[in-house]
């Protein structure tokens, strides 16, 4: 029997070349509210939904983004055109109703405000090796811009917890706590990391750690959590002083800012912060050995060019040098959620 030869297909490569539109779509529902207005009455219709979000295209524009919408799968459709009902899919209600405590539409809304603009720059990225957001208008770095303006700060915290919060749930719940008593999660943002170790560890008593401007962030967290006597935020910079010590040291996405030879100084802090036997845990989207399968990982390396210039992401193989060179004996990796990883060293 002949074997049957693969005929060529341009599918995948429109795919993704157009893939940008896809992005913008669902980045312009999440700036809208859209997903939100539609929760809070369960179903609405084309022309309750244009009215609400004060809209100026034709009737038939309008039709065309709600209907691609619920090509996606982002939203559910009864009727059609004039006559159609639209309500939110499982997953747009769990995760992009700006109301619920599980919305994740924070890293959504600094992709659409900043970083899908920044990304059009990509190839001079590419061709001069140097960031491509702010600081390329003349501002200062990424990090010193966001932590002076409050409300970008504010944006950049509900972005990473959004991005992370099904990471460190996963995390909470399949790393072995019961050996250690204290956690310490640097550069822990909005403190959500150590509020799930807290809350599905009960013993564990933890610390989030971050600089001055955040604390005030995470202490509204934790009151929310009503959790203040188990986790307390601290304040600090990671690079010019020691950590406080703890038998578990997280950094989610922190590594991944950084060049080698300042992850290297973050590890080896990290690594002085532990007793012996303790635990160092990095949470990122950890790049397969063979660099074959997590297009995110490495994409998410792309988006550090874009806003660090140096900063990248990594392997696990990449990992088990570093830390051996720091001095802890022994790695292993845990799966999380979608493309991410918890690779963890111990002391």
Not at 225 to 254: C, H, W, Y
Request: charged share 20%; hydrophobic share 40%; with cysteine.
């Amino acid at each position: 029997m002949e074997k049957e030869t693969k005929q060529p297909s341009p599918e995948l490569i429109m795919q993704i070349g157009t893939g940008f539109w896809a992005s913008k779509i669902l980045l312009t529902a999440v700036n809208f509210q859209l997903f939100t207005h539609i929760s809070k009455t369960g179903s609405m219709s084309a022309k309750e939904i244009k009215s609400v979000l004060k809209l100026n295209c034709t009737d038939r524009h309008f039709f065309d983004f709600l209907d691609v919408l619920v090509s996606f799968g982002f939203l559910n459709r009864k009727g059609l055109l004039e006559n159609a009902e639209y309500s939110n899919s499982i997953d747009t209600d769990t995760f992009l109703d700006k109301g619920k405590p599980s919305y994740i539409g924070g890293i959504l809304e600094m992709m659409n405000n900043r970083l899908f603009g920044f990304w059009g720059s990509l190839d001079e990225a590419l061709t001069t090796g140097l960031a491509q957001n702010e600081v390329k208008g003349g501002g200062e770095p990424v990090f010193e811009t966001l932590y002076k303006n409050p409300v970008l700060l504010k944006e950049f915290v509900n972005a990473m917890t959004g991005m992370q919060v099904g990471n460190f749930m996963a995390l909470a719940q399949h790393f072995d706590f019961s050996n250690y008593n204290t956690f310490l999660d640097v550069g822990g943002s909005a403190g959500v990391l150590s509020l799930m170790v807290a809350k599905h560890n009960p013993h564990m008593i933890c610390t989030t750690f971050d600089l001055p401007p955040v604390e005030p962030i995470a202490n509204e967290t934790i009151q929310k959590f009503q959790l203040a006597d188990r986790v307390k935020a601290v304040s600090g910079d990671f690079f010019t002083g020691e950590l406080p010590k703890a038998d578990v040291v997280a950094m989610g996405n922190i590594l991944h800012d950084w060049d080698e030879e300042n992850k290297i100084k973050l590890i080896q802090k990290a690594y002085d912060a532990l007793p012996d036997g303790g635990a160092f845990i990095a949470i990122e989207a950890v790049i397969d050995n063979d660099r074959k399968q997590n297009a995110f990982g490495m994409m998410m390396s792309l988006n550090m060019l874009i806003e660090t210039a140096d900063g990248f992401d990594y392997t696990f193989d990449d990992f088990n040098k570093w830390t051996k060179q720091v001095g802890f004996k022994s790695t292993s990796i845990i799966a999380l959620t979608g493309p991410s990883s918890a690779v963890i060293a111990y002391k």
